[in-house]
């Protein structure tokens, strides 16, 4: 007697089986045992307990998250300073374009001065207490916020809005890293 | 394993602004799922715990990307299915290995022996383990498996069935009519 293969019963349990097979499954035992089988190992997979690991891997993520937006902000300080330039450039040529784009071209200059600042105190190498190094993931962060918000087209009196934000923060975080420096001798 | 877990949108909106306790939650409540995901399709623990962390760092760069369509642990289980796969195939591409080949037992278990599921689980081929996993416990179609790996719906289909009568041979039932 022909019975199903594995492909038929795997067919019926999914709804998918030939003519021949839905109809040789109804009259034969062994066969219904074999799909009852399948269910069963299934159910069994299903049930196998939840494994965990045995290393908890955050602070990896974390520490390469906030290296990957330490290397973005850097190219942003590249990138800022090279706007600035063109902006101030534009505006010697266009003398009407007003104070906004001189606010942001202002902007931009401070915030690049800040990233070159900051790279003195070498950022991922110096011992930070645990205070001091909340604040400066804080601050990280709500760059990092900003420099999101920089990437959506934006007005310009927003644009201006924000690059003074990221001036703010840039200065709280060279000071926190100035500070810490200076407390240890480094 | 069955994750029923709910995600305030809060704190997905927390962790799209770059938030760094919200990405933490996120990573705290889905840890497990992708671990147990990855380990039952990678061959050791080492392997699934570099899959849950390049999951996770994919989560993270690619958050907002994330719309709210559909349950996000459906969103994080794809990615950390498809660095599951890529670490496969790029294992089995050195190797020099085909993806249907069936590994050889490790030492002390034999085919047709009585050992429990697990155990006879552990010793499909990667594919093999992979495409039951995905299938069987996830819940992915055969569409989407052939789409994740890059190969036919066929292949999944037949890779399932060779599973399934694998399993079967070493779990010893394989004594009756279908023997």
Same mark, same amino acid.
């Given at each position: ?123 991922? =190498? ?41 001036? =703010? ?18 | ?10 704190? *997905?909106? !927390? @962790? ?11 990573? !705290? ?11 039952? #399709? ?10 849950? +962390? ?7 760069? %690619? ?12 969103? #994080? ?10 670490? #496969?195939?790029?294992? +089995? ?10 590994? *050889?037992? !490790? ?7 009585? #050992? ?8 499909? %081929?990667?594919?093999?383990?992979? *495409? ?19 190969? %036919?719906?066929?292949?999944?289909? %037949?890779?399932? @069935? ?6 079967? !041979?070493?779990?010893?039932?394989? +004594?009756?009519?279908?023997?």
């Amino acid at each position: 007697m022909m019975h199903c293969t594995m492909d038929d019963l795997l067919a019926l349990r999914a709804g998918e089986a030939s003519v021949w097979a839905r109809k040789h499954i109804e009259t034969c035992a062994a066969c219904r045992a074999e799909l009852d089988a399948v269910y069963q190992r299934v159910a069994q997979l299903k049930a196998l307990p939840a494994l965990r690991p045995s290393r908890d891997r955050w602070p990896v993520v974390r520490d390469a998250v906030r290296a990957e937006r330490w290397r973005k902000r850097q190219t942003w300080g590249v990138w800022s300073l090279a706007a600035a330039a063109a902006l101030a450039g534009v505006l010697l040529m266009r003398p009407n374009q007003g104070a906004l784009h001189a606010e942001l071209a202002q902007a931009k200059q401070q915030s690049a001065t800040l990233e070159d600042e900051l790279q003195r105190y070498d950022v991922d =190498g110096r011992v930070l207490s645990g205070r001091a190094a909340a604040l400066v993931a804080d601050l990280e962060d709500r760059i990092a916020v900003i420099d999101g918000a920089l990437t959506s087209p934006t007005q310009d009196a927003q644009l201006v809005k924000l690059w003074q934000q990221r001036v =703010g923060l840039m200065q709280q975080l060279v000071t926190v890293r100035a500070t810490r420096a200076r407390y240890v001798g480094l | 394993m069955t994750v029923a877990l709910a995600v305030p949108d809060v704190l *997905v909106a !927390r @962790a799209k602004a770059g938030d760094q306790a919200a990405l933490e939650s996120l990573f !705290r409540a889905f840890e497990t799922p992708v671990y147990n995901l990855a380990r039952r #399709i990678m061959r050791t623990p080492e392997d699934a715990e570099d899959v849950l +962390q390049e999951t996770f760092l994919e989560v993270v760069r %690619s958050i907002q990307q994330y719309r709210g369509e559909g349950h996000l642990w459906g969103w #994080i289980r794809r990615i950390a299915a498809t660095k599951a796969l890529m670490r #496969i195939r790029r294992d +089995q591409l050195r190797a020099a290995e085909p993806l249907d080949e069936e590994p *050889v037992g !490790r030492p002390g278990t034999h085919v047709g022996a009585n #050992i429990d599921l697990e155990r006879a689980f552990e010793q499909l %081929s990667d594919t093999s383990r992979s *495409v039951v996993w995905l299938h069987d416990v996830e819940g992915y179609t055969h569409e989407e498996i052939a789409e994740l790996m890059g190969k %036919s719906v066929s292949f999944s289909k %037949s890779q399932l @069935a060779r599973a399934h009568a694998r399993l079967r !041979r070493m779990l010893g039932e394989g +004594q009756g009519a279908h023997a």
